[in-house]
């Protein structure tokens, strides 16, 4: 191992050791709250929260304890066995979700295994009709998954691609013709919120047209939470703030704030599907990562953090509107794009970086940011200083941007 305290060394080493998929900004080494700090000692304020995952910061001491003691007592004993710790989560999940007594839960160990479960599940529903995802969407990088993620540079060096798939445009328009084509339809996989696509929500009233329509066509609604469930829109799942119920949600990220752990919660005659054999997961649902998630929903409710989520977001978004290069801001809760004036999202986010602030580039022209739920005004002006300097210097640089198109 070679000496990646006292210089910029640990760049070769990851080029060298690390499978080459892309560069990292910074050699991280321990974090605090809403902050982190590189093995310099530089500190930065963590905006992405490691991609809507750190729900609870950093280091949270409810995270720490929980880690700790479940570690000393029993962390892994396959699913031959059952856990108190991963029925208590089953059952929580169905409650927050509000499946009722019919809802069942799979526990998985990342967003991408959960999806892969899912669309076990739309086959087991119905194994000749296709399944069908949306333009723009990310469900994930294995190769089930990622025939339902039609970004070509992501899918054209695996072709070909599982079979029985299509994607169609975010509109309700397209998903009436969808409907009215004709096509068999197995499931239509959806998210709330499209965060890889700069944080685009779907058209008004989406969700319900997409209830009746799979209804109606006995096509099962999957809704990809990965990103937006577990508190991060001010809502458990973003679905509940839309009126509708669908037949299976997939969640990760945020569900047990960095410990891995993912689900596939199902509500009535979806969870009738699938049965022994058919599916399973050596570490999934581990009694460690499994307690960590009832700690992490405990927390939130103790503490009302659904109510900050809602409260931040809206004073993050005020705070952001009229700042230099910004067009306007979506999203949900703590889920924020912030779209800009012109395509110059990586040069601000590289400017963030430079002045100790993490957000991320989804596209050309959006910034994401994603912030832990424990978030207060101390966190939300610091950042508002931090993004207005990385803005104005990004924005001096090129003069004529100002003007929204
Ligand atoms: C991040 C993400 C995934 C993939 O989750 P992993 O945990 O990286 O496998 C899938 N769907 C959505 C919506 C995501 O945001």
Redesign the pocket.
Known sequence: MSDVQNNDSWQDDASRDLMSLGGRLALLERGEGSHVWDVDGNRYLDFLGG??VNSLGHAHPVFVETVSRQAATLSHVSNYFATPQQLELAARLKQLAGTGESGRVFLAN??????ETAIKLARLHDADGLIVSLDG?????STG?LALTPKPAYQDPFRPLMPGVKSIAPTIEALEQLFAGGERIAALVV?PI???AGVLPLPDGYLARARELTTTHGALLIL?????GMGRTGHWFAFQAEGIVPDAI?L??GIAAGF?L?ALVTFGAASELFYPGTHNSTFGGNPLASAVANAVIQEIQDRDLLANVTTRGAQLRAGVEGLPLVADTRGAGLLIGIRLTAPLAAEVRAAAHERGLIVNAPTADAIRIAPAYTIGNAEVAEFLDLFGQALAAVSSAHPNQETPE
Do not use: L
């Open positions: 991609i809507a990342s967003g991408t295994e959960a999806n969407a990310f469900h994930g990088r998954a998210e499209q965060g890889e990809d939470e990965v990103q937006t997939t990760a990220k891995p993912g």
